[in-house]
C-alpha cells in the first residue's frame, strides 16, 4: 500500500499559506483604512471624530491658482517634474491686528505673490501688490519656493524672507505699512536654489538667524542652463545638490554666512528643515530632510553645530525627505519628527517616517525610533507637507498631510520610466537628457489626502474623507492657524499649478483650548524658539513657537493646545530661548493669552 | 511536482545553488562551499558600508534567519537529512538585498516562500525557479501595496560597482558560466537599443537599469543558478538571451520588474524543455536498445 506523504502535504498547505499571507494582510490594512475612505456628511462626522473641515476658499475671497515655473526648454521632456515645486504658504499677523493673516508663493515667471489680509469677517483681502510684496518674480530673478517670517530686527513686526529657485529676497516690515526690499544691505547672495528657510536664534544672542537649504546649486540658472547636467546624481545617495547657509544675524540689519565655520557643511538635496530643542539643552537643533538621500540632524550646542543623523537614528536609510514637522504625540514633553517620503503601491514603498525619541536617553542627548508603520501614518502616497495640531481640540496632536506629485494623464504613468532612470549610475542620472519624456503621463496623481486622528493611545486613524478633505490636487504645503480667532486650527493648503485651499474647521462643542501668543524681549521678539510646556488633568504637551515647518510653509506662530473635556489647568511653564523659565499658574481654558517676556 | 523520495538527486553535500562550486581547483576545493556566501555578502558590506543600501540590519537578518531556519526544518522534515545552510544563506541574503518594505513581514514570509517553493515546486526532483527570484516575483504579484524591489544605484562612486563586476566576473569565469552573463549583458545592450528605436526615448536610460546592484544581483546570482539552468553551455546561452528577450517585452509594457519576471517566466520553461528533450533522447535511446539489443550486450 502506498505511503501517505503527510510531511508533503503539510509543507504544501504551508506554501499555500505563505502565498496566502499578504492577501491576510492587504486586508487587515484595508479593515484598518476603511474610516478614510468613507464620507460622511458635516454631523456625522462631527459626532464621530470631533470636527469637520469644510473648503472655504472662495467664500473667503481667495482664488489663488498656482502657476509653476516654465525654465529652460532643454528642460521640456521632463518640465512637470523638474517645476513641480513652488506653491507655499506661511501664517502671519503682518500688521499686528491680533488676526492671523495668509502669505502665498507664486512660481511663473511675471506672476505674483499674494499677501491675504485677515478682514475679521471671515474673508481676506489681496494686499501684496500695495505693500511692496507682491511682484517678486520678475525675470531674471527667479521664481518664489516658499516664504517664512520673523522680527529679525526685533521692532516687533514680523519681516519676510522669501526662498526662491532666483535671487533670494528679504523684506523688512514697516511697521504693517509696508515693507521694504533689503536683500543687499542684509548681504544675501545673488543667487540660491533653495526650497526651505528656517529662522531660528541659533547661539540665542536674541537675534534670529536665518538657515537656508539649497536644492539645485547655486551656480546653475534654471531658465539658462549651460548643459543639462543639472539633476542628482543617484536617486538616494546624491550629494552635488546646493550648498547651505546660515546667516548669522550680526544686529545691524546684516548678515554673516558662517554655515562652514560653525559646522554645517552639505550638499544634499534640501527639501524642507525646521529647529526646536530636541534633547532639552536650550538650544534648537536642526533637522533638514534631503530628498535623494538621508537626512540630517544638526545638534546644537549653542556655538557649533555636528551632524548626528546617524548617531541619532535618523540619517541611516535613504529616502525622499520633504517635509519636517515636530510635535508632541505622546504628550510625554519629547517632539517626535515627521518626514515625508514616496510610497507607490507597486513601484516604490519608501514610507514616511515618524521619528520618536527612544525612552530612557541620557541627559542632553536624544535617539529615535520610525514608529510610522506602528503609529499608522507611514503610507501617504507622494508625500509632501504635513503639520501636527490639535484638530478636534480633544488634547492630543493630530496629523494632516498632503500630497501627490504630477497629475496630468489620469490613464497614463511616468513611473516605469521613472524607476528605470533613478535606478541608472550617476552618469546617467544626472544629464536631464537621459530622462525619457513625460509626454502628459502622470506621476503619483491625484492622490487622497491624509487626515490622521491621533487616538491618545499610539495611534493614528486616517479620517480625511470623513472629516471632508476629499480634494486630489498635487499637494505642497499645508499651514495651521486658528484664522478666525476661535479657538480650533484651520488648515491652509498650497497645491501645485492648484487653487489655494482653506478649510475652515468647526469643532464640536465640549473640548477646550488654549493658545498663547508669546513675545521675546531679551529673547528675539517673534519669540522663535520659545517652548510651552502645559500640564492639565494628567496630561502634559510641549509646543515651540517655529520659524518655519513642514515644506515650504510655516504655521501661526500663536501656539494652541486642545485641552478635551473637564478640563483642570494646572500650569504652563515657557522655556524662552535667553534662558528665562517663567511658570504661570491660575490659567483658565478657552482663552488666548499673550504674554510678554519678563524681564 | 515530485514526491520527496525523489529528493535523493539533490546532491546532499552540495551547497548548489551557485556556479561557484564548479570548475575551481581542487586545491581551493575545501574553500568552494564558503565562496558564494562570502562573494555575495561582500557585495552587501561594499554596498551597505559605502551607500547604506539596507533598508535596516534587522530586516537583513531577518530574512537571513528565516531562510536558514525554513531550509533546515524542510530537509530534516522530508529528507531526514543535515542541509548545508549556504544555499539558504545566499537565498535569504538576496532577499534581505533586494527586497524593500517598511514592514518586517514582507521580509519573513518572502524568505519562507523562496526556501519552501524548492521543496513544493518541484518536477522529477527538479526544483524549478531560482527560490530568490520565485519569492521576490511572489511578492510583487501578491503584495505590490506592500512591497517593491531595490531599485537605486551605488551612489555616484563608480569604484563599488567596478569591484562587484570585475570581482564577479572572474569568479563567474572560474565557474565556467562567465558566457551565461556575457550571453545576458551583450543580449541586454543590444536589446536596449531596440527598445530606445521603439520608444524614442535615450538610450541611455534603457541601458541605465543595468548599471544598478539589482542587476548585479540578478546577473551573478540568479540566471547562473545551477539548479534552475539547462545543462548545455550553448542551452544556457539560449536561455540568457531569452530572458533579455522576454525582459525586452515586459519593458515594452512598462513592467517595472522586467529582469525578475522575465527569469520566472522563461527559466522553467527552459527546464521543462530540456527535460521533455531528455526524456524524448532516452525514450528514444531505450527503444533503440532495445531494437538492438546485440549492441549493448556482447
Not at chain 1, 329 to 342: E, K, P, Q, R, T
Not at chain 1, 389 to 404: A, E, M, P, S, V
Not at chain 1, 504 to 533: D, M, Q, Y
Request: proline share 5%; aromatic share 12%; glycine share 10%.
Amino acid at each position: 500500500m502506498r505511503q501517505i506523504p503527510w510531511a508533503r502535504i503539510a509543507v504544501s498547505i504551508f506554501f499555500v499559506g505563505l502565498l496566502a499571507t499578504p492577501a491576510v494582510m492587504r486586508w487587515r490594512l484595508a479593515q484598518r483604512t476603511l474610516a478614510a475612505h468613507s464620507t460622511l456628511d458635516r454631523q456625522a462626522a462631527l459626532a464621530r471624530h470631533g470636527f469637520y473641515l469644510e473648503e472655504v476658499s472662495h467664500a473667503a475671497g481667495i482664488d489663488f491658482v498656482h502657476q509653476a515655473p516654465t525654465l529652460d526648454a532643454k528642460l521640456n521632456p521632463i518640465m512637470p517634474e523638474v517645476a513641480s515645486m513652488g506653491a507655499s504658504v506661511s501664517i502671519v499677523d503682518f500688521d499686528r491686528d491680533g488676526w492671523p493673516d495668509i502669505y502665498v508663493t507664486n512660481s511663473a515667471e511675471g506672476s505674483k505673490n499674494h499677501l491675504y489680509r485677515n478682514m475679521h469677517d471671515g474673508t481676506f483681502k489681496d494686499v501684496a501688490e500695495e505693500l511692496g510684496v507682491a511682484d517678486v518674480n520678475q525675470p531674471g530673478t527667479g521664481v518664489s519656493m516658499g516664504a517664512v517670517w520673523g522680527d529679525y530686527d526685533n521692532d516687533g513686526y514680523e519681516d519676510l524672507f522669501l526662498i526662491k529657485w532666483g535671487r533670494p529676497e528679504l523684506f523688512h516690515n514697516d511697521h504693517g505699512h509696508g515693507f521694504t526690499r533689503v536683500s543687499e544691505k542684509a548681504g544675501l547672495p545673488p543667487w540660491i536654489n533653495a526650497n526651505t528657510a528656517v529662522w531660528f536664534d541659533y547661539d540665542g544672542d536674541g537675534l534670529l538667524d536665518l538657515f537656508v537649504g539649497g536644492y539645485y546649486p547655486e551656480d546653475v540658472d534654471l531658465w539658462h542652463l549651460k548643459n543639462t547636467r543639472m539633476m542628482p546624481d543617484s536617486f538616494e545617495y546624491a550629494k552635488n545638490g546646493g550648498r547651505k547657509y546660515l546667516f548669522h544675524n550680526l544686529g545691524n540689519g546684516k548678515f554673516e554666512e558662517i554655515s562652514a565655520k560653525v559646522g554645517i557643511d552639505s550638499r544634499r538635496w534640501a527639501l524642507a528643515a525646521s529647529a526646536a530643542d530636541l534633547r532639552g539643552t536650550g538650544h534648537p537643533d536642526l533637522f533638514i530632510a534631503n530628498d535623494y538621500g538621508v537626512s540630517e540632524l544638526y545638534l546644537n550646542d549653542g556655538k557649533r553645530f555636528h551632524e548626528a543623523g546617524q548617531q541619532t537614528g535618523v540619517g541611516f536609510a535613504p529616502k525622499s525627505g520633504m517635509n519636517v514637522a515636530f510635535g508632541d504625540i505622546l504628550n510625554d514633553g519629547h517632539f517626535a519628527v515627521y518626514v515625508s517620503n514616496i510610497s507607490e503601491n507597486g513601484a516604490l514603498i519608501q514610507g514616511n517616517n515618524l521619528w520618536v525619541p527612544k525612552e530612557g536617553a541620557p541627559a542632553n542627548t536624544v535617539s529615535f525610533e520610525n514608529l510610522a508603520r506602528d503609529m499608522g501614518v507611514e503610507l501617504g502616497g507622494w508625500s509632501f507637507g504635513a503639520q501636527f495640531g490639535d484638530l478636534n481640540n480633544d488634547g492630543t496632536l493630530d496629523l494632516y498631510l498632503t500630497n501627490g506629485y504630477v497629475s496630468l494623464d489620469r490613464t497614463r504613468s511616468y513611473w516605469y520610466d521613472f524607476t528605470k532612470i533613478a535606478g541608472g549610475n550617476s552618469s546617467i542620472i544626472g544629464d536631464a537628457r537621459d530622462w525619457p519624456a513625460m509626454d502628459g503621463r502622470s506621476l503619483s496623481g491625484y492622490q487622497q489626502k491624509h487626515v490622521w486622528l491621533n487616538d491618545g493611545a499610539g495611534r493614528f486613524v486616517d479620517v480625511a474623507q470623513a472629516v471632508g478633505v476629499t480634494d486630489t490636487y498635487d499637494g505642497r504645503a499645508v499651514a495651521m492657524a486658528d484664522l478666525w480667532n476661535r479657538g480650533v486650527l484651520d488648515v491652509v493648503v498650497a497645491n501645485q499649478r492648484g487653487p489655494l485651499l482653506l478649510y475652515k474647521n468647526t469643532v464640536a462643542p465640549g473640548n477646550h483650548w488654549i493658545e498663547f501668543n508669546l513675545r521675546g524681549v531679551k529673547s528675539n521678539r517673534s519669540a522663535i524658539g520659545a517652548e510651552v510646556e502645559l500640564r492639565w488633568n494628567d496630561q502634559k504637551q510641549i509646543q515651540e513657537v517655529s520659524g518655519g515647518s513642514g515644506f515650504s510653509a510655516q504655521n501661526d506662530r500663536r501656539l494652541h493646545f486642545g485641552l478635551g473635556k473637564n478640563v483642570q489647568l494646572k500650569s504652563a511653564v515657557i522655556h524662552w530661548p535667553s534662558g528665562k523659565v517663567q511658570t504661570m499658574d491660575s490659567l483658565i481654558p478657552d482663552k488666548l493669552y499673550t504674554i510678554e517676556e519678563p524681564q | 511536482m515530485s514526491q520527496p523520495t525523489t529528493e535523493s538527486k539533490m546532491p546532499p553535500t552540495e551547497p548548489t545553488s551557485s556556479p561557484l562550486f564548479r570548475g575551481w581547483t581542487p586545491v581551493s576545493s575545501r574553500l568552494n562551499p564558503y565562496l558564494p556566501p562570502i562573494f555575495i555578502t561582500l557585495i552587501l558590506l561594499i554596498g551597505h558600508l559605502s551607500f547604506g543600501i539596507l533598508e535596516s540590519y534587522q530586516k537583513t537578518i531577518l530574512a537571513i534567519v528565516s531562510a536558514m531556519a525554513c531550509e533546515l526544518v524542510l530537509s530534516r522534515l522530508l529528507l531526514h537529512k543535515w542541509p548545508n545552510l549556504a544555499s539558504s544563506y545566499i537565498t535569504g541574503i538576496s532577499v534581505g538585498i533586494l527586497l524593500r518594505s517598511p514592514g518586517y513581514w514582507p521580509y519573513v514570509v518572502c524568505a519562507l516562500l523562496s526556501i519552501t517553493s524548492k521543496y513544493v515546486l518541484r518536477v522529477n526532483g527538479r526544483h524549478l525557479f531560482n527560490p530568490s527570484n520565485f519569492g521576490i516575483c511572489a511578492m510583487l504579484f501578491l503584495a505590490s501595496d506592500a512591497v517593491a524591489t531595490l531599485s537605486i544605484q551605488w551612489g555616484n562612486n563608480l569604484v563599488a560597482m567596478a569591484v562587484i563586476w570585475v570581482l564577479g566576473s572572474l569568479i563567474i569565469w572560474r565557474a565556467r558560466r562567465f558566457h551565461i552573463c556575457a550571453t545576458y549583458v551583450a543580449s541586454f545592450l543590444l536589446l536596449s537599443v531596440v527598445r530606445a528605436w521603439i520608444t524614442g526615448d535615450p538610450w541611455l536610460s534603457e541601458v541605465s537599469p543595468i548599471t544598478g546592484p539589482e542587476y548585479q544581483l540578478f546577473i551573478f546570482f540568479m540566471i547562473t543558478d545551477p539548479k534552475t539552468t539547462v545543462r548545455s553551455k550553448w542551452g544556457q546561452c539560449v536561455v540568457a538571451f531569452l530572458v533579455a528577450l522576454a525582459e525586452m517585452f515586459f519593458r515594452l509594457g512598462q513592467s517595472i520588474y522586467a529582469p525578475l519576471y522575465a527569469l520566472f517566466f522563461v527559466g522553467p520553461a527552459a527546464i521543462a524543455v530540456e527535460m521533455w528533450i531528455n526524456s524524448r533522447q532516452s525514450a528514444s535511446g531505450a527503444h533503440k536498445a532495445i531494437a538492438q539489443p546485440s549492441h549493448v550486450q556482447p
